[in-house]
Structure formats: structure tokens, C-alpha cells
């Protein structure tokens, strides 16, 4: 059937911010590779996660523009807008490490998530010409469910943010609601659960892991290991944001999610598995402040109204992402040479560690 034309984004100018990280990279590939008359503009700041190997392959395709700049700068982002005139706008730009929020400073946090969002709706309300603006947030700001429950996120859960990483993703969100509510600025705000895929700073569980093992080093879980998290491909979230862009009601809110929830232990066991190493492999370190139990997603909306559901089968896409890394260690070795890639809470258990001979 063909694509009625307000579903399409063809002959439109979409402007990215934070193209250069995990999402926005897989993302801007997706829609380039979709929509051959689509125009992409990336604002990135290019801080440590902000990577333009990621992009390398389409460095100079026609269609794309790279925009060094800030999106807490509000000039930044004026001078973006008033240059490119974008049709539609997608935020990916965050601090998005939760342990750096907790033991680096949430400073940066607040700048970008709160702060970075606030110069968006000013410009996309500024512009009066913006079709659809698309902030992607998390379900960190639910909160946390507790293990033994059949609980899950709803888009009409109270937020009850437990780090400063969601607490700024929240205060982004309210101001979202509020410049629909009082100005009608057509913004749509997601709630998707973990990530996986290719391009993913190695900070995070998945990639994380992965390098540990490709350096000979055993895998730490925080706490009892039993944190619970649901994952979902990266390429399934970018199909459930192109909905958003395209069909997703102004003001409205929608959840995204795999209905795949596995602890980190269960994680760390699978990661084992595709290096053919045994338990002897787990290290548990102390757990993290404020570490949520479990996040679980309802994304019963998005599928009804937007006709949305995940379709990658996990296990045969998280060993496609495994692969993806051992297939790639010059992407590694450029990261790890150009940002140092660290973990301060297992930097500072392992300080602690040696320290007091444990
Ligand atoms: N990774 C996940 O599992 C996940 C899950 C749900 C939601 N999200 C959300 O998706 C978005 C993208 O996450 P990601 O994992 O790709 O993050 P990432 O850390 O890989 O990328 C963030 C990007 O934003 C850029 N950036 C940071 N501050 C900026 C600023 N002030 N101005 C312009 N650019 C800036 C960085 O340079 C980088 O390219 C975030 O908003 C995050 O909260 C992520």
C-alpha cells in the first residue's frame, strides 16, 4: 500500500540532535537508507559519546550535513534552525551515563537534558513551522518495579526519578508537556527501555562486556547481578521513532519496548557464552547508588495506535551485536585512544580494591 504523503519523509529536512552517538547514528543510517529524497542535518556537540566513525560511510552523501555545536547554547541551535529550515525535528542529545551522573557531576546533565531541551522547544515554537518535534527519553524516569511483581511502565505512570541521569531526562520531558499544553508546539515524547546494537559507546552493559572479554578481563555485576532490565534492538526503537515523527499525535506520549526482560546476570551469561568462557568469568563489585531493581515497558499504545511492534528475535540480534563488536575492534581501539572510555564505579571499586589488598 503507498505511503500517504504526511507518512512519509521524503522530500523532508529532518534535524538531528546528537546524530553522533549510538541512537542518533543507527537512527540517521536508517532513515537514509528508507527515504532516498530524505535530508538530514546532525547538530552534535561531539562530546566523549559523540562518535563520527559511526558515520564515516555517509560522510559525503549529498543528503547529510554534519553541525558542530550545542544544543544548551541556544544560538546554536537558532542558527541550525534559521540555515536549514528543518521540517521535523528528533533530540537525541544527552548525557546519558548513569554513572557519571553519580560520581563525575550532574552539572553537564542538567545543561544538556534540561537546559538543551528547553533552546529546542524555544526554536521549534519560535519557527511555528516545525511538523513534529520528537523528544526520545527513557524509562529511567518511572522509577523502579520491584522483581517479584508483573508490573510494567504505562505512559500514565507517575515519574519517580532515582538518579540525576532521570531526574534531567524528566525535568526534559515536563517542559515537553508543557510547551504542548500552553503553546501547542507539536512535540512527541518516548519512553523506550535499554538499547543494544552496533555503534554503542563500550560504558555501556553490552559493549562494556564485550571489550572486557576481547581484553581478557572478568565481567563485574553491580550488586547480586539481579537487576533487571528490558532490551530492545536499536533498530526496532528507530522504526518506533519514525512512526513518531510521522503518525505520532502531537502531545502525546508513547512507550517503547521489546517485552525482553533479562537480568544483568543473565546478560553477563550470555556474553560468556559467545566467548566460551564459564562463571569463573563473573566478578560481583559493590552495588551502585541508587541502582534501580527493574524496569519493565507497556507498550501496549504504540502498537495499537501507531501499529508498532519489535520484530528482531533477540537471541539471533544480540549475537549479531556481539559479532558486530569482535568484527570491529579498530572502532573499539579509535574510541578507547580518542576518550580514555572509563567506568568510575568500577574505577573506583578497583582503586578501592588495591588499596586494602582485597
Ligand atoms: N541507550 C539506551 O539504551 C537508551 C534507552 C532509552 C533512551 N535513550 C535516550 O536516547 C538518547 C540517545 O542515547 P544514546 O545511547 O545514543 O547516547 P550517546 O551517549 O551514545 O549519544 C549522545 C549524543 O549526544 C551528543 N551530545 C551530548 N551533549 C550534547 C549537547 N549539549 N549538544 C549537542 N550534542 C550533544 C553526544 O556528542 C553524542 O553524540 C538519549 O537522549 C537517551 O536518554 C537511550
Not at 520491584?146 to 519517580?160: M, V
Not at 580514555?340 to 582485597?358: C, M, Q, S, T, Y
Request: hydrophobic fraction near 35%; aromatic fraction near 12%; include cysteine.
Amino acid at each position: 500500500m503507498a505511503q500517504k504523503a504526511s507518512e512519509t519523509l521524503n522530500d523532508t529536512t529532518i534535524l538531528v540532535c546528537g546524530g553522533a552517538g549510538f541512537i542518533g547514528s543507527n537512527f540517521i543510517h536508517y532513515i537514509l537508507e528508507k527515504y532516498p529524497r530524505a535530508r538530514i542535518v546532525n547538530l552534535d556537540k561531539l562530546t566523549y559519546s559523540g562518535n563520527l566513525d559511526n558515520l564515516r560511510d555517509i560522510a559525503r552523501d549529498r543528503r547529510y550535513k554534519f553541525v558542530k555545536g550545542d544544543i544548551a547554547e541556544a544560538g546554536d541551535v537558532a542558527r541550525v534552525f534559521a540555515r536549514y529550515k528543518p521540517s521535523h525535528v528528533i533530540n537525541f542529545a544527552a548525557e546519558t551515563h548513569v554513572d557519571r551522573s553519580i560520581h563525575v557531576g550532574s552539572l553537564e546533565f542538567i545543561r544538556t537534558n534540561v537546559q538543551g531541551v528547553f533552546n529546542i522547544l524555544e526554536a521549534v515554537k519560535n519557527s511555528g513551522r516545525i511538523k513534529k518535534y520528537v523528544q526520545v527519553s527513557t524509562d529511567e524516569v518511572f522509577g523502579s518495579l520491584p522483581l517479584n511483581s508483573k508490573n510494567k511502565f504505562r505512559e500514565d505512570t507517575a515519574f519517580a526519578a532515582n538518579v540525576p541521569y532521570s531526574a534531567t531526562k524528566a525535568g526534559g520531558d515536563l517542559l515537553c508537556r508543557a510547551y504542548h499544553t500552553t503553546w501547542k508546539v507539536p512535540v512527541v515524547v518516548t519512553h523506550c527501555s535499554n538499547n543494544y546494537g552496533p555503534y554503542q559507546y563500550p560504558e555501556k552493559l553490552i559493549p562494556f562486556f564485550t571489550v572486557r572479554m576481547l581484553e581478557g578481563k572478568k565481567l563485574p555485576l553491580y550488586g547480586d547481578g539481579r537487576n533487571v532490565r528490558d532490551w530492545i534492538h536499536v533498530l526496532d526503537h528507530c522504526a518506533a521513532l519514525e512512526l513518531c515523527l510521522t503518525k505520532g499525535g502531537p502531545g502525546e506520549v508513547y512507550n517503547i519496548g521489546a517485552d525482553n526482560e533479562l537480568s544483568n546476570k543473565e546478560i553477563a551469561l550470555l556474553v560468556l557464552k559467545e566467548f566460551g568462557r564459564d562463571q569463573s568469568w563473573l566478578t560481583y563489585v559493590p552495588d551502585r547508588p541508587g541502582h534501580d531493581r527493574r524496569y519493565a515497558i507497556d507498550f501496549g499504545k504504540i502498537r495499537r495506535e501507531l501499529g508498532w511492534r519489535p520484530k528482531r528475535e533477540f537471541k539471533q540480534a544480540f549475537r549479531g551485536t556481539i559479532k558486530w563488536y569482535k568484527e570491529n575492534p579498530d572502532w573499539i581501539k579509535r574510541v578507547q585512544k580518542k576518550t580514555g572510555v572509563f567506568n568510575p564505579h568500577i574505577d573506583l571499586w578497583e582503586a578501592h580494591r588495591i588499596k586494602n589488598k582485597l
